[in-house]
T-cell receptor, first 115, second 114 residues
Framework: AQKVTQAQTEISVVEKEDVTLDCVYETRDTTYYLFWYKQPPSGELVFLIRRNSFDEQNEISGRYSWNFQKSTSSFNFTITASQVVDSAVYFCALIKTSGTYKYIFGTGTRLKVLA | DSGVTQTPKHLITATGQRVTLRCSPRSGDLSVYWYQQSLDQGLQFLIQYYNGEERAKGNILERFSAQQFPDLHSELNLSSLELGDSALYFC?????????????FGPGTRLLVL
C-alpha cells in the first residue's frame, strides 16, 4: 500500500530561521512521483515541485530546497531564511502511475513564521 | 492570479441535489485536474483530463462525473449530494511539453451541502 506521512503537524519558527518539513513515503513501486504543494492562509493551492523516482538529485529554487533520499523513503523540504510569507500549510504527495493509478496526499504541515 | 478560473466561487445547495462546477484552464494548457479538499478527507485527487480524454482517475465517487470539452474547459458534475460532499473543489491545469507538469491552480469552488 502507498502512504505519505508528514509527522510534523505544526511548526513555528522565527523569521530568518531555516526550517525543514519532513515527508516520508511508502510504496513498493519503482516508478512514482513525489510532489510538494503550498496552501497559504488565503486558501489557494500552489504547486512547488514534482520529482520522479529515478531522479535523486537535490533541487534548489531560491530559498527552497528539496532532499530526495530513496534509501530512507524521504522527500524533505527546507526553507532557508524563512519569511512571514512562507506561513502556509505544506502538503507532500505521492503518485503511483504503474497499474492502478494512485495519488496520495499527506495530511500537511502547518508552518508559522513569526516576525 | 494563476490564469485558471473556476465558477462559481461559492455554492450552497441541499442534499440530493446536483451541481456543476466549471473550470477554465490557462490558455494553451491541455491538462485539467480536479481535487477535493474537505475537513474529513483532506486533499484528494479526483480526476485528470488531457485534451478531452480522461488520463487518470483518483478517488472520484460514482455520483461524480467530469468531462473536458473541445474548448478545453472542464466541468465536474456532482449529483445526489450528501452532507459529506461539502468541500473546496480545486481545478488545476498544466501545459503540454512541461517536464515538471507544473500545475496551476484555480481559486477553488466552495460547496456547502445543507
Amino acid at each position: 500500500a502507498q502512504k505519505v506521512t508528514q509527522a510534523q503537524t505544526e511548526i513555528s519558527v522565527v523569521e530568518k530561521e531555516d526550517v525543514t518539513l519532513d515527508c516520508v513515503y511508502e510504496t513498493r513501486d519503482t516508478t512514482y512521483y513525489l510532489f510538494w504543494y503550498k496552501q497559504p492562509p488565503s486558501g489557494e493551492l500552489v504547486f512547488l515541485i514534482r520529482r520522479n523516482s529515478f531522479d535523486e538529485q537535490n533541487e534548489i529554487s531560491g530559498r527552497y530546497s528539496w532532499n530526495f533520499q530513496k534509501s530512507t523513503s524521504s522527500f524533505n523540504f527546507t526553507i532557508t531564511a524563512s519569511q512571514v510569507v512562507d506561513s502556509a500549510v505544506y502538503f507532500c504527495a505521492l503518485i503511483k502511475t504503474s497499474g492502478t493509478y494512485k495519488y496520495i496526499f499527506g495530511t500537511g504541515t502547518r508552518l508559522k513564521v513569526l516576525a | 492570479d494563476s490564469g485558471v478560473t473556476q465558477t462559481p466561487k461559492h455554492l450552497i445547495t441541499a442534499t440530493g441535489q446536483r451541481v456543476t462546477l466549471r473550470c477554465s484552464p490557462r490558455s494553451g494548457d491541455l491538462s485539467v485536474y480536479w481535487y477535493q479538499q474537505s475537513l474529513d478527507q483532506g486533499l484528494q485527487f479526483l480526476i485528470q483530463y488531457y485534451n478531452g480524454e480522461e488520463r487518470a482517475k483518483g478517488n472520484i465517487l460514482e455520483r461524480f462525473s467530469a468531462q473536458q470539452f473541445p474548448d478545453l474547459h472542464s466541468e465536474l458534475n456532482l449529483s445526489s449530494l450528501e452532507l459529506g460532499d461539502s468541500a473546496l473543489y480545486f481545478c488545476a491545469s498544466s501545459p503540454p511539453l512541461d517536464s515538471q507538469e507544473t500545475q496551476y491552480f484555480g481559486p477553488g469552488t466552495r460547496l456547502l451541502v445543507l
